[in-house]
């Protein structure tokens, strides 16, 4: 097989030429049906909002049985998330941009995500350029300059260094973190210089007026979420800001081990710069097979029901190639490396005094 440079990388291309006659035809065809789980799980929010306007009327220790569906409102806010990361990929509906716009809307609100920077940062810049210099999502280099969104990064992000609370802290809001640096880049700045990105992008101009009148259609959600709960502050804390916090954690656990201990690489190749998790069962029927990265990866636009059958075939073509690794060794690495890239393949800490290779995940992968 011809590869892409001396380096032997393998170029997504190639993988996706190889693999794809093995798959069937349906693999690749949108499935509508999964606009159903989008809607159920926005169906679950406004269920527990509608419970929580009568919170002030319970007693004080009965609110704990609150707790439960706090925790089910989380995982629909990670649902909502991860089918529409589905959605803007094309693999359940096609040629139909006014109801997809519409959609997306609604599936990203929760997550302050307007599906225009969603397509630009992802789809374009993200899918592209995968854990290379220009990804707008790889770690930052340990000699970028010392910015606001480099020191949250380092403070919040799961690594030898950091500290526990900020940890917590940090699981419950680093999805809002990525999304203002991002925001703040392309409406404040549009400009490839801005350098409080680990890399900068730029969009549109009309990218960027669509970006910013879906950010206040979703701000505007936001705030008839909270005149619904009548601003009462125990309404908020437990049916708004702890589901909330609840999914970004969530949504971030599988965020974080997608790449960030993989080695960067000039050339996108899917198997070297991405991870796939092992995680039980439950979880991927929740959250529609969300732990198989790399799959998706090649094929960022196939059913996602068919990502353990892209899996199968990996395994029989690409023996010892493929980044999978339980859920739990995952986090272990995550919290045992530095996190930030000395070079292509290795990690650094805050003050580059450490040395870690990108190849310590080389001793967890599960053949």
């Known amino acids: ?14 993988y996706a030429k190889t693999l794809r006659p093995l798959l069937p ?57 991860f089918s529409s990361h589905d959605l803007m990929h094309g693999s359940v509906i096609r040629n139909s941009h006014i109801l997809l716009r519409i959609i997306s809307l609604l599936g990203l609100a929760m997550l302050w995500m307007p599906p225009t920077l969603w397509k630009a940062v992802h789809n374009r810049e993200h899918h592209n350029k995968t854990n290379s210099l220009a990804d707008p ?12 969104g480099k020191w949250i990064q380092h403070v919040c992000v799961p690594s030898a260094e950091v500290n526990p609370i900020s940890l917590i802290v940090g699981m419950a809001t680093a999805w809002g973190t990525h999304n203002l640096r991002n925001l703040a880049s392309v409406l404040f700045f549009n400009s490839k210089s801005v350098n409080f990105v680990p890399a900068a992008f730029t969009v549109k101009t009309k990218e960027r007026w669509l970006i910013a009148g879906e950010l206040f259609v979703i701000f505007m959600i936001h705030l008839s979420i909270l005149v619904y709960l009548q601003f009462n502050f125990l309404k908020i804390v437990l049916s708004y800001f702890l589901p909330i916090g609840i999914g970004y954690a969530g949504a971030i656990f599988y965020i974080y081990t997608n790449h960030m201990l993989c080695q960067m690489t000039s050339v996108n190749d899917p198997l070297i710069n991405s991870i796939s998790l092992r995680v039980p ?11 198989y990265h790399t799959e998706h990866h090649i094929f960022p636009g196939i059913n996602s029901d068919y990502y353990p059958l892209v899996q199968e075939l990996l395994k029989i073509h690409y023996p010892k190639r493929l980044n999978l690794l339980d859920a739990k060794d995952a986090w272990h690495l995550l919290m045992q490396t530095p996190r930030h890239y000395k070079n292509e393949d290795t990690f650094t800490d805050w003050a580059g005094e450490k040395s870690v ?10 053949i």
């Open 137 to 148: 999502d790889r770690n930052y280099l340990y000699k970028q300059p010392k910015t606001w």
């Open 25 to 81: 035809a349906e693999a690749f065809l949108p499935d509508p049906s999964k606009l159903v789980i989008l809607l159920i799980n926005w169906a679950i929010l406004i269920l527990g909002w509608a419970i929580a306007s009568y919170l002030d009327r319970w007693n004080l220790y009965l609110l704990w049985l609150y707790l439960p569906l706090a925790i089910v409102m989380g995982n629909s806010v990670i649902v909502l998330l």
């Open 281 to 291: 069962q439950i979880f991927d029927k929740l959250h529609l097979n969300f732990s």
């Open 357 to 366: 290779s990108c190849a310590i995940i080389e001793n967890y992968k599960i």
């Open 1 to 14: 097989m011809e590869v892409c440079n001396a380096q032997k990388l393998i170029c997504q291309a190639e």
